[in-house]
């Protein structure tokens, strides 16, 4: 287990990964990163949603990261970023987002494409205490390719 509520297999699957053959397995130091997100950020963020909430990616191999087209400085490759979905009803990807941006420390917290009311899904990632930059952004897509902007 990586916390109370992300099982290893949780943190490590991707569809993705299974489809090519790519063995998404993280190293010590990308583990313990993923444990630390997960209990600074997810288990906390639980307890306020009151249930299950789903884990679009969490850790991601530099093959994998590559296969999907993920961004060269991704936190997923070091297990520091997690992508959450509201799949299961108990709060919206938007009330998820603001949980964490008004209670939680966070380095970089990411409202992922969706609509002014509701993002499609919530990036997070979690560094340290004395890292971490409470980095608020919002991803839209223009001519094709994304782009960031601070909210």
Same mark, same amino acid.
């Given at each position: 287990? &990586?916390?109370?509520? &992300?099982? @290893?297999k949780e943190g490590v699957y991707s569809n993705t990964a299974t489809r090519l053959g790519i063995e998404n397995t993280p190293d010590d130091d990308q583990l313990n990163n993923m444990v630390?997100?997960?209990?600074?950020v997810f288990e906390p963020l639980?307890? @306020?949603?009151?249930?299950?909430?789903?884990? %679009?990616?969490?850790?991601r191999c530099l093959?994998? %990261?590559?296969a999907i087209g993920g961004s060269r400085t991704s936190q997923h490759m070091k297990g520091q970023a997690i992508d959450l979905d509201d799949t299961f009803g108990h709060a919206t990807n938007a009330q998820m987002y603001n949980f964490i941006k008004d209670n939680l420390d966070f380095d970089q917290i990411i409202w992922e494409f969706g609509d002014d009311d509701n993002p499609n899904w919530v990036h997070v990632s979690y560094v340290s205490p004395e890292e971490n930059r409470g980095r608020c952004l919002k991803a839209y897509r223009k001519e094709g390719k994304t782009k960031y902007m601070v909210i």
């Amino acid at each position: 287990m &990586i916390s109370k509520h &992300i099982s @290893y297999k949780e943190g490590v699957y991707s569809n993705t990964a299974t489809r090519l053959g790519i063995e998404n397995t993280p190293d010590d130091d990308q583990l313990n990163n993923m444990v630390k997100v997960a209990e600074e950020v997810f288990e906390p963020l639980r307890v @306020y949603v009151g249930g299950p909430i789903k884990v %679009n990616s969490f850790f991601r191999c530099l093959e994998l %990261n590559t296969a999907i087209g993920g961004s060269r400085t991704s936190q997923h490759m070091k297990g520091q970023a997690i992508d959450l979905d509201d799949t299961f009803g108990h709060a919206t990807n938007a009330q998820m987002y603001n949980f964490i941006k008004d209670n939680l420390d966070f380095d970089q917290i990411i409202w992922e494409f969706g609509d002014d009311d509701n993002p499609n899904w919530v990036h997070v990632s979690y560094v340290s205490p004395e890292e971490n930059r409470g980095r608020c952004l919002k991803a839209y897509r223009k001519e094709g390719k994304t782009k960031y902007m601070v909210i």
